[in-house]
């Protein structure tokens, strides 16, 4: 796909990876609509893409509620009159062990609402973003690809029971849409990122990040820019289609 006056929807661009995907986007010279809950970081993304002069809309949306995406896709299509690229990037943690123990004795659960807060947006919010960005891709009859994140964590780690059944799911949802749209001229991708460089990292304490470290083989946190990168590759590649890029500097859970 050649990008330049193409249209990108990305959920959770208003700041990290997000951010990172709507810049490397606009320097492709496609438009982009940017999704998220954070007026402010939107209105911080939109800036950086216009001053490479293309257009960007802010759209305020929780991935998680139907009504909403459904909502500000039909206003994305509205106001670019296409829909070419589907970014689901939007995504939380609540991390806590399945049960915490204390000298032989169970102290703590991960709670139902952990479990669901994460399912909600993680898992469930990519299957409503992809579900009706391909419905208007192929009501406008142009073809498309959606793109979703997936993470390492797919894999299993500990402490993420929630956040990686659904990093798993983004997996195993993007093979099956590749089948199911490839008719319609419709790609699936998704992208795994390991440790990677975002605001998240600024609720961490050092020894925590230098721990976190020390697993990836090449003795860095990746830049936002790289899983942009990845991003770029799915939506230019027209032969790909149904796969994971697992983004990790070689470290394995």
């Excluded at 009706?132 to 498309?144: D, F, K, P, V, Y």
């Excluded at 993420?160 to 319609?184: D, I, P």
């Excluded at 936002?224 to 983004?247: C, K, Q, T, W, Y």
Aim: charged share 20%.
């Amino acid at each position: 796909m050649q990008l330049e006056g193409k249209l990108v929807v990305i959920t959770g661009s208003g700041r990290g990876i997000g951010r990172a995907m709507a810049v490397a986007f606009a320097q492709k010279r496609a438009n982009v609509a940017l999704l998220d809950l954070n007026a402010a970081d939107l209105d911080k993304t939109s800036a950086e893409c216009q001053a490479l002069g293309v257009q960007a809309r802010t759209y305020l949306c929780n991935v998680s509620r139907e009504d909403e995406v459904a909502a500000t896709l039909d206003a994305v299509v509205t106001d670019f009159d296409r829909l070419d690229v589907m970014v689901n990037n939007a995504g939380i943690t609540k991390d806590a062990m399945l049960v915490k123990v204390q000298d032989g004795k169970v102290v703590g659960k991960m709670s139902k609402d952990q479990w669901q807060a994460v399912i909600d947006v993680n898992l469930t919010g990519v299957f409503l973003g992809a579900r009706e960005a391909a419905a208007r891709m192929i009501t406008l009859g142009n073809g498309g690809v959606i793109i979703s994140t997936s993470s390492i964590s797919r894999a299993g780690n500990m402490g993420q029971s929630n956040y990686s059944a659904a990093k798993a799911g983004v997996a195993a949802m993007t093979v099956v849409w590749a089948k199911e749209l490839a008719r319609y001229g419709i790609r699936a991708g998704a992208i795994a990122p390991g440790f990677t460089r975002t605001e998240i990292l600024d609720a961490m304490k050092p020894e925590m990040i230098e721990r976190a470290l020390s697993a990836v083989p090449l003795k860095r946190m990746a830049d936002p820019s790289e899983m942009a990168h990845a991003a770029i590759f799915i939506a230019e590649n027209d032969f790909f289609s149904g796969r994971v890029i697992e983004l990790d500097g070689a470290q394995r859970i």
